[in-house]
């Protein structure tokens, strides 16, 4: 139908209308929300052009529909709609998606389905950039999916201004850390040399890259180690030296070694405290470099740590 969409939730498939979507919103009062839309052709791979049309079309039915219901309620008139662009990998529905999506009221943009396969990196960004030049520079830009340290700055430097990302929850699933630095302020060649040597872990996960673990369908990379390897059985560092997060200040590499091959839950509980921090720290390492116009550095101290 091109008044609803299909959602599948615990009960099975529920089909989900803008008035319906409307409703749930006004229960839960955010302060801002993604609108309904279409996304299917974007999680395709080789969307044909009609497929991505109507993606395009239905999306701003959707956000129509959505703004008028919006306009109707009290309660939701404080709320901000993000709106959504889609149209798969067809480069002329992307741009008309963001043209007809940047012509409404909304608060901000949501670039859907730009996650994906890897080797069709350069495709996407080349599209990115395209479809960023169309919107309007004063409302956020917002990415889902796109989570690797390398990939988040080649979006920011297309015009990207929000993340979301569960990057630091799958390197915890798969019992690694993340350990790439990002300190760019000093001379890059002593920053990779220094912090814990990260030159051998980065050797190390480049050989292991290719290993899937059982507890995560994701490949591990090389801004992570895995703390499953017997070699940290004895290594009684902290998981970054110099890091301020809990785990990193009362534990070693070795006990968290311990704690996953015993299976302990505390484990999960430990790497996520760090992951979330560290991953944290990157962010606002890009923040600091935007603002001091240095964010060159810092992608190349991130490129030269990406397999």
């Known amino acids: 139908s091109c008044h609803s969409v299909s959602v599948w939730g615990v009960g099975g498939r529920v089909e989900m209308?803008?008035?319906?979507?409307?409703?749930?919103q006004?229960?839960?009062?955010?302060?801002?929300?993604?609108?309904?839309?279409?996304?299917?052709?974007?999680?395709?791979?080789?969307?044909?052009?009609?497929?991505?049309?109507?993606?395009?079309?239905?999306?701003?039915l959707f956000l129509d529909n959505c703004l008028?219901?919006?306009?109707?309620?009290?309660?939701?008139?404080?709320?901000t709609i993000i709106g959504v662009i889609e149209g798969g990998d067809v480069?002329?529905?992307?741009?008309?998606?963001?043209?007809?999506?940047?012509?409404?009221?909304?608060?901000?943009?949501?670039?859907?389905?730009?996650?994906?396969?890897?080797?069709?990196?350069?495709?996407?960004?080349?599209?990115l950039s395209s479809v960023t030049a169309e919107l309007p520079e004063d409302k956020p830009r917002l990415i889902c999916g796109v989570s690797r340290p390398d990939e988040?700055?080649?979006?920011?430097e297309r015009?990207?201004?929000?993340?979301?990302?569960?990057?630091?929850?799958?390197?915890?699933?798969?019992?690694?850390?993340?350990?790439?630095?990002?300190?760019?302020?000093?001379?890059?060649?002593?920053?990779?040399s220094q912090q814990n040597g990260i030159q051998e872990e980065i050797k190390y996960t480049d050989q292991t890259k290719k290993i899937k673990t059982t507890s995560c369908n994701q490949e591990i990379t090389s801004f992570e180690i895995n703390l499953k390897e017997k070699k940290?059985?004895?290594?009684?560092?902290?998981?970054?030296r110099g890091c301020s997060c809990y785990c990193c200040k009362n534990h070693t590499r070795a006990y968290i070694h311990h704690l996953l091959v015993t299976n302990e839950?505390?484990?999960g509980v430990l790497l996520m405290m760090h992951n979330f921090e560290h991953y944290f720290g990157f962010f606002h390492s890009i923040r600091e470099a935007l603002r001091s116009d240095r964010l060159a550095q810092l992608k190349e101290l991130i490129r030269r740590q990406a397999s």
């Open 17 to 24: 209308t803008a008035s319906k979507f409307m409703t749930i």
């Open 26 to 60: 006004q229960a839960l009062q955010p302060d801002w929300f993604q609108c309904l839309s279409d996304g299917e052709a974007s999680c395709e791979e080789g969307t044909s052009i009609k497929r991505a049309r109507k993606s395009v079309d239905r999306s701003l």
């Open 68 to 79: 008028r219901l919006q306009e109707e309620s009290e309660v939701l008139r404080k709320s």
């Open 91 to 127: 480069m002329e529905e992307r741009l008309r998606s963001a043209r007809e999506t940047a012509k409404r009221p909304v608060g901000g943009f949501l670039l859907d389905g730009f996650q994906g396969n890897p080797t069709t990196l350069e495709t996407r960004l080349y599209l």
């Open 152 to 156: 988040v700055l080649e979006c920011i």
């Open 159 to 192: 015009g990207v201004d929000l993340f979301e990302s569960f990057f630091p929850y799958q390197v915890t699933e798969r019992g690694c850390a993340l350990t790439f630095s990002f300190d760019y302020q000093p001379n890059p060649e002593e920053t990779l």
């Open 232 to 240: 940290y059985q004895e290594d009684f560092d902290p998981l970054v």
């Open 265 to 267: 839950l505390l484990a």
